[in-house]
């Protein structure tokens, strides 16, 4: 029995620790990056979101060209992403929730939401950068072809999945006896989706939107390959810039010193900013599906 | 009673308000505008094709991926491109073969590092899953899933690469294995707790110790479900590109030691669709095709497995 007892005991702090090993690795992440970019944020302070240059030969570094090239790609793509996310969303919560053409279109972005970021750079590489050429000579500008825009439209291509699926769950919660009321005062289909579906559903959508643009700022791969890595303010949704991502991918493999420190500070950043999003998403969501179990009871 | 009515019978109701007020508003057309029957049908049509039209270019996108690759890959695979490491470029044929055992090496590695963590965690949330301290986890499990690879590359980087003097397949495995956690951590929990209570309740009422029941009985009753979340994760981190950049790096040779640099499918795309040569862009899509059928293969299994193994339940 003692034995037993022992097993018991010795099975249950296995648990445990394992669990404490979870909330342990993102402390350490965290402690990780914050000591290792120590050193400069001692030497820029917060002048390090305001500073415009960043100059490894002259070890000065300025963060704001990543920060506006993240807040430009991930806004401008998830800009674009809206009407598509929201009609999918519609579409497989409203219009045909089953059936083979639903199934069709729902595996269809799983499959989309599956393919590597890598890919989708390649891709963006031998496709939409000729396109965005095209355009940027027919508009004049100096055809680049690899920027902002087209970094966004990639982007916003890969979050599509993401808050598609979302909007999906949130506005098939959507309790029919609302529905079912418009109808019965002769509420159009249209109409039921614009003044019922839609703002009951909205704070879902707005939380898949928020966890869409976590991705879109933290999302590395096809964006380093289609921003242009230019280190300079973007003065245009033109202009080749970098990301906090995609600096960070470019430049961290031969850092050393002060420059290694200043792209662990940029990662702790877009760690931090991504985190926050994240949270408030998730929080969104639960809090609705706990108000939509609370109604079904 | 004319506002009952009215309510029975929409269309003619909004046609005789319509007539009565000579156009006014109608609480359902949002305000404003034309509401006669005609016009709000012809709404809700072109609303309905507006929405299918965009969900459906939506796809387009895929499709041409799809189709690319899919051209553009098969073209270049063949035996010689599946068994023999790359040559510099100016030389002909080659292939990519230490890039697919290195990315199966990270596969495994970063398997046997955060599987039984992820499992075990797992069954923690499910069984204890109500306390402060599961709330926490829960939120550091979120917390992780949302990091971006990029960030958990530098962390890899700091742990091992620094330390150890050099990047190596064991930093990568490490970064990969972190991003594996959460996806095994939640399908875990969520496999565990649909489990039926009467199983764990009949187990316990035999006299069988908590411990076996979880292990012999839960566990067993919901593998399906764990090797779904573990092959998802795989499917996840299988494409990872980001981590590996200063992790794993790449290597043009043969490499069967963790300590040293190692090549990966998602690496070696990266690296040739960034050179400048022809060539090697062709390369390029020969290892997306492969990366894409081995990613897609996996979803394609983890939801095979679910489906298969959920009537036994």
């Not at chain 1, 506006?68 to 806004?75: H, Q």
């Not at chain 1, 595996?107 to 950068?129: K, N, Q, Y």
């Not at chain 1, 087209?150 to 919660?173: D, N």
């Not at chain 1, 249209?190 to 928020?210: C, D, T, W």
Request: aromatic share 10%; proline share 5%.
């Amino acid at each position: 029995m003692l034995t037993k007892d022992k097993t018991e005991k010795r099975f249950n702090l296995i648990l445990k620790v394992t669990a404490l090993f979870v909330v342990a690795l993102l402390v350490v992440i965290c402690l990780t990056l914050i000591v290792a970019s120590v050193p400069s944020i001692r030497t820029f302070g917060f002048g390090f979101f305001i500073g415009k240059t960043w100059d490894a030969a002259s070890e000065k570094f300025g963060a704001l060209p990543f920060l506006v090239g993240t807040l430009l790609t991930s806004f401008l793509a998830l800009a674009i992403s809206i009407p598509f996310s929201i009609a999918i969303s519609i579409f497989l919560g409203e219009y045909f929730k089953e059936g083979a053409i639903s199934t069709f279109l729902r595996s269809s972005v799983e499959v989309l939401a599956g393919i590597p970021s890598v890919i989708f750079g390649l891709w963006g590489l031998f496709l939409l950068m000729p396109l965005v050429r095209m355009i940027e000579m027919q508009v004049g500008v100096v055809p680049h072809g690899v920027g902002i825009l087209t970094a966004s439209l990639i982007l916003s291509i890969m979050v599509i999945p993401f808050s598609a699926s979302i909007g999906r769950e949130v506005v098939i919660l959507v309790p029919s006896d609302l529905k079912e009321a418009a109808y019965s005062l002769g509420a159009t289909r249209f109409e039921v989706i614009k003044n019922i579906i839609i703002p009951y559903a909205r704070s879902g959508i707005f939380a898949g939107l928020l966890l869409a643009l976590g991705r879109a700022i933290g999302e590395t791969m096809a964006v380093t390959m289609l921003i242009g890595n230019s280190n300079f303010l973007p003065t245009g949704i033109f202009s080749p810039a970098n990301t906090m991502a995609s600096v960070i991918a470019n430049e961290f493999a031969e850092a050393t010193g002060i420059t290694a420190s200043s792209l662990i500070y940029v990662g702790l950043v877009l760690f931090l900013v991504t985190t926050i999003v994240n949270i408030i998403g998730t929080y969104v969501i639960k809090k609705i599906s706990l108000e939509a179990s609370k109604e079904v009871t | 009673m004319e506002g009952n009515q009215g309510s029975r019978f929409p269309l003619e109701s909004a046609q005789r308000a319509q007539r009565a007020r000579g156009g006014g508003s109608d609480g359902f057309a949002g305000g404003g505008g034309d509401v006669s029957p005609r016009n709000r049908i012809i709404k809700d049509n072109i609303f309905k094709g507006a929405v299918i039209l965009l969900s459906f270019i939506s796809l387009l996108p895929l499709l041409l991926i799809l189709y690319y690759i899919t051209r553009n890959g098969i073209a270049v695979i063949n035996w010689e491109f599946l068994t023999q490491l790359p040559r510099p470029i100016g030389e002909a044929g080659g292939g990519i073969y230490n890039a697919i055992i290195g990315t199966l090496f990270l596969i495994v590695l970063s398997s046997v590092l955060s599987i039984p963590f992820g499992i075990s965690a797992g069954i923690y949330l499910s069984e204890k899953g109500e306390g402060k301290m599961a709330h926490i986890v829960r939120l550091c499990v979120v917390v992780l899933q949302g990091t971006p690879s990029i960030v958990i590359g530098i962390v890899a980087y700091m742990w091992v690469v620094g330390p150890f003097q050099g990047f190596s397949a064991l930093s990568g495995g490490v970064a990969l294995s972190i991003m594996m956690l959460p996806v095994i951590i939640k399908t875990t929990e969520e496999t565990l707790k649909l489990m039926p209570y009467s199983l764990k309740e009949a187990s316990l009422a035999l006299g069988v110790p908590y411990y076996k029941t979880i292990l012999k009985v839960i566990l067993p009753t919901g593998l399906s479900g764990i090797l779904t979340g573990i092959l998802l994760s795989v499917a996840r981190i299988t494409g990872e590109t980001a981590p590996l950049l200063f992790t794993a790096f790449g290597n043009q040779f043969m490499n069967y030691n963790i300590f040293k640099p190692m090549d990966s499918l998602p690496y070696r795309i990266f690296y040739y669709a960034m050179s400048p040569y022809p060539e090697w862009h062709t390369f390029a899509w020969g290892a997306s095709f492969i990366l894409v059928v081995v990613v897609l293969g996996f979803n394609l299994i983890a939801r095979g497995i679910a489906t298969k193994w959920k009537v036994q339940f």
